[in-house]
């Protein structure tokens, strides 16, 4: 009579041979709850080319997001806080439709607190607006960077009033012309405005009434201009005037 093979009990096997089940299993050990690192504040939590920091730190500030937005800082200006970083933070927030790039190079022209590690371009690129001073800066030909834009605010004390590029623009009326002409030629008749159309007769003499008057200044004093309005074709007036001399 054959006896029936006896089969190993598989509970107590795996009870005494649970390490080597959880080794082919990859659990040599418990595992642990997964934590998530704490990303220092205005370091990329991904990775990011050189090219999308490049293409971050050229676009508006108040088009990038939170996060973006501190990944272009901690590209310029390098992680943790430096005066340069806040500096730059607070430039964007208050002129958010310019660029992290713009703003940074014109915080660098103005001698601002070196970066800690940030990017430091060494030229600037050919899009941008500002050039990279010449290797022969004090010597003839040089190449000078531009003078970086100033920043006005609310409150700055200034040396002296820079330059004001407004040009007031001088507008010589017709009066001012005609006037001008007939007191370069005294007793001469000339010609002050034609009109026409359905109204020219009424305009032709409110003009004629407004020099004599003096109504209009250019031709003070009053009765110092004769004039007359012709109709010099149908339906079309032209109105005459001469310096006589002011009365005395």
């Known amino acids: ?6 089969w190993p ?3 107590e096997f795996i009870t005494q041979d649970r ?3 959880n080794q082919l299993r990859g659990m040599s050990q418990p595992q642990q709850p997964t934590q998530t690192q704490p990303t220092r504040t205005g370091e990329p939590d991904m990775e990011i080319t050189e090219n999308e920091l490049r293409e971050m730190a050229r676009t508006p ?3 990038l997001a939170a996060g973006q937005q501190r990944v272009v800082l901690a590209h310029l200006c390098g992680p943790g806080k430096s005066t340069a970083r806040t500096g730059l933070r607070d430039a964007l927030n208050m002129n958010p439709t310019r660029t992290a790039m713009e703003l940074w190079e014109i915080q660098q022209a103005a001698g601002a607190e070196p970066s800690t590690g940030g990017h430091q371009p060494d030229t600037v690129d ?3 607006s500002t050039t990279t001073a010449g290797t022969d800066a004090d010597g003839a030909g040089a190449i000078r960077e531009p003078a970086a834009p100033v920043r006005w605010e609310p409150g700055m004390l200034v040396d002296e009033l820079p330059e004001d590029l407004h040009r007031a623009r001088v507008v010589i009326s017709e009066a001012q012309k ?3 002409v007939a007191h370069e030629h005294p007793g001469q008749w000339v010609v002050y405005g034609v009109s ?3 109204h020219a007769r009424r305009v032709a003499l409110e003009k004629v009434r407004r020099v004599v008057r003096a109504k209009t200044s250019a031709f003070a004093p009053a009765a110092s201009f004769e004039a007359q309005a012709r109709e010099v074709e149908p339906g079309r007036y ?3 005037c001469r310096y006589v001399g002011a009365e005395q």
């Open 1 to 6: 009579m054959n006896s029936e093979p006896a």
């Open 9 to 11: 009990d598989w509970g």
């Open 19 to 21: 390490e080597h089940i």
């Open 61 to 63: 500030w108040h088009d």
């Open 126 to 128: 050919t899009d941008m």
């Open 178 to 180: 005609t006037a001008g």
């Open 196 to 198: 026409h159309g359905e």
């Open 238 to 240: 032209v109105v005459f």
